[in-house]
C-alpha cells in the first residue's frame, strides 16, 4: 500500500563534459516541482546520491514549468556541503532542462549564490556563461608543505590563489607530460590536515600543453593546458571535471599563452574536454557536451 506521507520527486543523473556515458563528471539534478525542500533534506539527498554535486532546480514565479519557462533557482550541494559555484552540475541542470523536460530556450537563466549564470545551446555544446575568477601570485614557502603532498618533488612554475573562487593553483614545469600529471596520487587526509585555514577549498595542478608532451585528443588536436582538480574540503577527494576550476585556469592561461580561447582536457580517470573563453566582460563561456544515464523518482 502507498504511503500517502511518502513524497516524491524526478531525479536525474548526468555525465556533464562527455558526449559518452560513465565519462566526464557525473551530477544528480533534482527537480523541486512545487515541494519546498528543506536546507537539510537537500544536504541529506546529496550524501545519499554520493556525487560530487547534487543540483536543485526550482521554480521562481506561480505557473512557471520546467519544460517551458527560461528562468529558474538553482542550488549545489557536496555530499558533506552547499558550494557556492558548481560548472559540471550548471551544464548537468541544463542539459536535463532541455534534453529531457524538452525547455525549447536557447538560453536559460539560473539565479545562484554566485548571482545569474546563463547556460546556451551551441550546436551539440552547452556553454556555461559564468563569472571569472581571478588569481594572485603565491608564495611557494606558504603552500610548501602541501605542495609536496600534492605533487612531490616535481618542479613547480607558478603559484597562484584565486581567494574568490578559494582555489590554489599549480602549474608544474613546462615539458611536465601528461602521463606525470595523470600519475599523481595525493593523500587526501594529508591534504586536509596541511590546510585548515579556509584560504582555499580546491587545488587545480596544471600544465601548458604541447605536442611532445602528449597533450591532445583522439583526434590529434592538442589541448593548450590540462589540469587535475583536488577538494578534499569539500568531501571530494578529486572532482573528474570541473567547470568552476576554469573559471580561474582561463584567467590564468589568458596571461600565460596570450590568447582567449582555449581547448582544455581534465585528466581525471573518467576525464572530459572543454572549450573554454574569456570574455572581455569579465565573464568566461565553459563549453562541454553532456549525456542522461540515469533518470527516476527519489522517495523523502
Known sequence: ?????????????????????????????????????TEEHQQKIAAEMNLSETAYLRKLNPGDDFSSSSKFGLRWFTPTNEVALCGHATLASAATLFYMM?????????????????????????????????SQPQDKETYSQLL???VGDLPVEDLFVS????????????????QTLESLRPD????LAAHTQDIIRGVIVTVKGSLENGCVDNHGEMYDFISRYFAPWNG????PVTGSAHTVLASYWAKELGKTEFYARQCSARGGDLKVRLREDGRVDVAGKATVVLQGMIRI
Open 148 to 150: 609536496q603532498i600534492v
Open 236 to 239: 571530494i577527494p578529486e572532482d
Open 163 to 178: 581567494h574568490t573562487a578559494k582555489k590554489l593553483v599549480v602549474r608544474l614545469q613546462d615539458g611536465t607530460t601528461r
Open 188 to 191: 587526501t587526509a594529508s591534504m
Open 1 to 37: 500500500m502507498a504511503d500517502p506521507d511518502v513524497k516524491k520527486l524526478p531525479i536525474f543523473q548526468v555525465d556533464a563534459f562527455t558526449d559518452k556515458p560513465f565519462a566526464g563528471n557525473p551530477a544528480a539534478v533534482c527537480l523541486l516541482e512545487d515541494m519546498d525542500l
Open 102 to 134: 524538452k525547455n525549447p530556450s536557447s538560453q536559460l537563466t539560473f539565479q545562484t549564490l554566485s548571482g545569474d549564470l546563463f547556460a546556451r545551446r551551441e550546436g551539440d555544446f552547452i556553454s556555461l556563461d559564468l563569472p571569472e575568477n581571478k
